[in-house]
């Protein structure tokens, strides 16, 4: 299998906007910082679940001068190990102070203490979490969710989507598909393992299917970036992949010849939402939980959810056809 490396670095941007230049803080209410400076850097999603997070930041900033926040934008694939290497490093100065990860980094993250409880008392909004979603200790705010399914090129399959895991492993598909690098619950991995005998605790029989179907050369490639899977699938060189309902429909949005389709075995459900990270100093901390408060607020989710095509998790969101369907 080829393993495709990342094509960019992360881009880093400082919002910090003065009040004079934005003629905004005066006329804004929370001006809660005015007394001093507070620095705090963000990690946020590239694509579609960008430009929310990027307003919110700005507008945050703008009702508080005294507070600067730097955004990095990337993947948990590629951030989250430069993390955990800069609390290596000096665990009191981390790359990150906020930062919205996936389920999957998180619990790497709970190994190594590298995460601060996000409870209610501090965080209010908190509260409308779902239960079910609720993290145990407080260590994490997912507050909303994609679904995995089936990504395609439509030019391939017309008007018959694909409609199952099993067709990863079609014959005719053979050298035209692409799979996670890291990611293999995403790649269907227990789904198949449920259907062919195994279950969460036992996936050897998909794993079988998995090293069978590369040694006879099914897959095209592993994939580190949305960017890369897009490409591909655009081009035809890749016609399916596993992937994500909210990083298909922006693209075919935008007028891409792909498809989303979840298949009849079932999505993999993958809650997305916000940490806290160890090391960040107090009055870091401080601006990061009023960051977060408004970040969820019921506007602002209910914003970032219609953009970026994912599910909200709170119970003070009313949801819109387009979503509750």
């Known amino acids: 299998l080829e393993t495709i490396d990342p094509l960019s670095a992360i881009s880093r941007r400082t ?3 003065s009040a004079a230049g934005l003629g905004l803080a005066a006329s804004l209410p929370g001006n809660l910082f005015a007394q001093g400076s507070t620095s705090v850097t963000q990690f946020i999603w590239t694509g579609a679940q ?8 700005e507008e945050f900033i703008a009702a508080n001068p005294g507070v600067a926040v730097e955004i990095i934008s990337g993947t948990n694939g590629a951030t989250y190990p430069k993390l955990a290497a800069s609390r290596d490093i000096d665990p009191n100065s981390p790359l990150l102070n906020l930062g919205f990860f996936n389920l999957d980094a998180t619990e790497r993250g709970k190994l190594v203490d590298m995460w601060l409880p996000i409870d209610a008392a501090s965080v209010p909004n908190v509260a409308h979490i779902l239960p079910a979603y609720r993290q145990p200790g407080d260590l994490g705010a997912f507050f909303c969710m994609d679904a ?7 030019n391939h399959f017309g008007s018959t989507a694909p409609d199952s895991w099993e067709m990863l492993f079609d014959p005719a598909l053979k050298g035209k598909i692409a799979l996670f690098d890291g990611f293999w619950s995403g790649n269907g991995l227990v789904v198949m393992a449920k259907l062919h005998g195994g279950s969460e605790d036992n996936i050897e029989p998909a794993l079988e299917i ?14 580190t970036s949305n960017a890369q899977l897009q490409q591909l699938l655009v081009s035809g060189e890749v016609v399916l992949a596993p992937h994500f ?19 009849k075995e079932g999505q993999v459900a993958f809650p997305e939402g ?12 401080d601006v990061c939980r009023k960051l977060l408060d408004v970040s969820l607020s019921p506007e602002n989710v209910l914003d970032y959810c219609l953009t ?15 979503i509750a369907s």
């Open 148 to 154: 995995g399914g089936l990504i395609y090129n439509t």
């Open 308 to 322: 970026a095509q994912v599910i909200p998790l709170m119970d003070n969101v009313e949801l819109p056809e387009i």
């Open 274 to 285: 916000f940490q806290l990270v160890n090391g960040s100093s107090e009055a870091q901390l």
């Open 210 to 223: 998995y090293e069978k179907a590369a040694r006879d050369g099914q897959f095209h490639s592993l994939v």
């Open 15 to 17: 919002l910090l906007k």
């Open 50 to 57: 960008e430009p929310v997070p990027r307003r919110i930041a």
């Open 245 to 263: 309902r909210g990083i298909a429909l922006p693209w075919a949005a935008d007028g891409a010849s792909i498809g989303y389709a979840m298949p």
